[in-house]
Structure formats: structure tokens, C-alpha cells
């Protein structure tokens, strides 16, 4: 069994994604959590001068997004074959989208409150067609089965609510999505359990 380290700052940003699909398999791991001031000593040691940084059995692997699809893989919830993957694939490049979008370092006021206002609905309603597309009628977004897509979006579904508290409220579907992760045991215990941080 491989020994996996995740290192991140102390705060959910970046890392939270693989740290819920940790959650979702029961795999232990070893959380190290940086805090500001240790980050420019590590900054030169690490392999892109960024974190997170996967560490498996001493291969070290940058990118949040290539350590999420490495673990949902290796974890089966990335999909159970390649159509399903693709589909996977589908909802987190259409997060992606969103967040490119969002102008959350403009110091534009009126851009942030457009994007919040008008724009986010747009994105949203996208994630809410590939979920009834690709859910066979259930609440997870792949497959009726729980996948790094519905991790993803909730995570990613915490930062819309945390800047907009009711931009889910026209999207039943979404809605139900994060409800059914927040009820997957595992997660319910981890997000229980899990540090109080700012971000």
C-alpha cells in the first residue's frame, strides 16, 4: 500500500478537494498543514515553487488538479470506465470555467458584483444540466455514484455561497448534490472533524 503525504497551507483553498477524496476512501494520510511564515523556507524545496505537493512513496506531484484525478483513480471516483471519466471530466472543466471567470482579485467592485449577480447563475446552470445529464436520475453527477465531480463542486460550491448566500437557491439540483455528499458517512465525519481555518 503506497504512503501518500499532502502538503498545503493550513487552510482548505487549494488542497480541500483531495483531502475529501482521502475522506470519501477511508485512506490514511499524512495532512501537513504550512502556515504563512514556514512557506517561503519550503517554497525553493518544493517541485514548482507551489502547493499542494502529493507526496507518493517519495515521488513528489504538483498541481491540485493532476493530485485530485491521481487520487480519484486510485481510489475508484473518477468513474467506472472512460465514457464516465470524460463525463467526470466534463463537470470539473466546467468548474474550471468558472472560477477563470471569476474576477475575485479585480479590485473592480462593479465586476465582482456583475459576475455574483448575473453571471454566476449562467455557470451554475451549466453545472446543474451536466448533473441531470449525466446523473441516470440520481443526485451525484456521474453515474449515480459518487465521484470526484460531486467533491469538487462542493468544495467549489462553499466559496459561491460563502460570496453569494442564495446563488444556489434557483438550482434544486445542486442544492440536493451537496446535501447527498454532506450525508456520505465518511465525509460527514471528516467535515466534523476537520481544522476551523480561514479559507
Known amino acids: 500500500m503506497p504512503s501518500y503525504k499532502l502538503t498545503y497551507f493550513n487552510g482548505r483553498g487549494r488542497a480541500e478537494i483531495s483531502r475529501l477524496i482521502f475522506a470519501a476512501a477511508g485512506q490514511k494520510y499524512e495532512d501537513i498543514r504550512i502556515e504563512r511564515e514556514q512557506w517561503p523556507a519550503l517554497k525553493p524545496k518544493t517541485p514548482l515553487g507551489q502547493m499542494p505537493v502529493l507526496e507518493v512513496d517519495g515521488v513528489e506531484l504538483p498541481q491540485s488538479a493532476a493530485i485530485a484525478r ?23 472543466d466546467t468548474i474550471s470555467d468558472i472560477n477563470t471567470a471569476w474576477p475575485a482579485s479585480s479590485s473592480d467592485e462593479a465586476l465582482k458584483k456583475k459576475f455574483l449577480t448575473e453571471d454566476l447563475a449562467k455557470h451554475l446552470q451549466n453545472l446543474e444540466t451536466l448533473g441531470k445529464l449525466y446523473g441516470k436520475g440520481g443526485h451525484f453527477f456521474v453515474g449515480n455514484q459518487l465521484t470526484w465531480a460531486d467533491l469538487r463542486f462542493y468544495t ?35 467535515l466534523k472533524n476537520r481544522p476551523k481555518t480561514s479559507f
Open 70 to 92: 491521481f487520487l480519484a483513480k486510485q481510489f475508484h471516483l473518477a468513474g467506472k470506465d472512460n465514457l464516465e471519466q470524460a463525463e467526470v471530466d466534463a463537470v470539473i
Open 156 to 190: 467549489f460550491g462553499q466559496t459561491c455561497i460563502e460570496a453569494a448566500p442564495d446563488c444556489l437557491n434557483n438550482f434544486p439540483w445542486l442544492k440536493q448534490n451537496r446535501a447527498e455528499v454532506e450525508k456520505q458517512p465518511k465525509i460527514a465525519e471528516y
